[in-house]
Nanobody, 119 residues
Framework: VQLQASGGGLVQTGGSLRLSCAAS????????MGWYRQAPGNQRELVAL???????????NYADSVKGRFTISRDSAKNMVYLQMDSLKLEDTAVYYC??????????WGQGTLVTVSS
């Protein structure tokens, strides 16, 4: 599985950005996709993930720090996952990574995309 993230950039506080992640390869086994971020000097942390089930559908989960501001979504037909980020804060500045986990617990990472929030 290959993941290609895009959409990062420079934005002012209160602004919005939309990150995209394109998945390719053996994606039929992927049932969890998400976004992580890593700020300078910090460990990589979970931002949001979406769990996809045949019966349950897509179930999103968010870190407390982004609840109500970020929205994760998945377009299975296009093999894409998105992260809509609104009301951005300075502390959202980080490199954001796309992540996928298969039903066999294999984990895949995309390259990071830098999000910089300025005052």
């Amino acid at each position: 599985v290959q993941l290609q993230a895009s959409g990062g950039g420079l934005v002012q506080t209160g602004g919005s950005l939309r990150l995209s992640c394109a998945a390719s390869g053996s994606i039929s086994s992927i049932n969890v996709m998400g976004w992580y971020r890593q700020a300078p000097g910090n460990q990589r942390e979970l931002v949001a993930l979406i769990i996809s089930g045949v019966i349950s559908g897509d179930i999103p989960n968010y870190a407390d720090s982004v609840k109500g501001r970020f929205t994760i979504s998945r377009d299975s037909a296009k093999n894409m996952v998105y992260l809509q980020m609104d009301s951005l804060k300075l502390e959202d500045t980080a490199v954001y990574y796309c992540n996928a986990v298969s039903r066999h617990a294999e984990t895949y990472w995309g390259q990071g995309t830098l999000v910089t929030v300025s005052s």
